[in-house]
């Protein structure tokens, strides 16, 4: 499948706004990847694909997720959206016929990261965080705070952000997050 076909199909799966910020994670994760010397064509279809499944309502991830024999832990039974992360891996795997396992696994942990994440798996996690069409006040401030910082450092930021904006807006936090937070504090 060429790029075009893959962003032609996505185009129905995801609606417009969503495919925006899906090019602008395709646009700066390819910067990152140069930058941080990752294969671009592994950050480009990851980009791309990495919200393949986010229009999927929650009964249906459940089920799909079932179906795909994917794990459904306690945080995310109670937080089904969470599902679009592995179940959107396995869309790119069955249905844009990706089978690149690196590829797949960043798919995969791009909403909650993972303490053992590699640096292609981080580029689409922080890609997905501050890609210039997503608003707000805070990414715009942690756009400017991860300038001259290194990739771990901004990822902490980025993985601080989201901890912070659940315990503000009290929801629960997944566990990965908080095991992928504190394995970047150096003691
Ligand atoms: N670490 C986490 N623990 C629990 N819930 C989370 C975590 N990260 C994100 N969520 C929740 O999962 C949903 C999807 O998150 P996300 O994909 O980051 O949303 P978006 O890309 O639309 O900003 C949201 O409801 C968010 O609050």
């Given at each position: 499948?060429?790029e ?6 996505l ?5 417009e ?10 646009d ?6 140069k930058?941080h ?6 950050a ?23 179906e795909?024999?994917?794990?459904i832990?306690?945080?995310?039974k109670?937080?089904?959206?969470l ?10 795997k ?17 909403t ?11 580029i ?8 210039p ?10 756009r ?21 904006y ?7 936090i ?14």
């Amino acid at each position: 499948m060429t790029e075009n076909q893959a962003i032609e199909r996505l185009s129905t799966m995801i609606g417009e706004k969503r495919l925006k910020h899906t090019l602008g994670v395709r646009d700066t994760a390819i910067e990152l990847a140069k930058e941080h010397n990752v294969d671009v064509e592994k950050a480009r279809w990851a980009a791309l694909l990495h919200d393949c499944a986010k229009k999927i309502s929650n009964n249906l991830l459940l089920q799909r997720a079932e179906e795909f024999g994917i794990v459904i832990d306690d945080i995310c039974k109670r937080v089904p959206a969470l599902l679009h992360a592995p179940v959107g891996a396995e869309i790119a795997k069955r249905e844009f016929g990706i089978d690149d396992e690196d590829i797949l696994n960043a798919i995969s942990l791009h909403t909650l990261g993972h303490k053992d994440m590699t640096t292609l798996d981080k580029i689409i996690f922080l890609a997905d965080y501050i890609e210039p069409n997503r608003d707000c006040k805070a990414i715009n401030q942690l756009r400017e705070d991860i300038e001259g910082k290194s990739l771990d450092e901004a990822i902490q930021m980025a993985c601080e952000n989201t901890i912070k904006y659940n315990l503000e807006e009290g929801r629960v936090i997944h566990p990965q997050s908080i095991e992928l937070r504190n394995s970047l504090i150096s003691d």
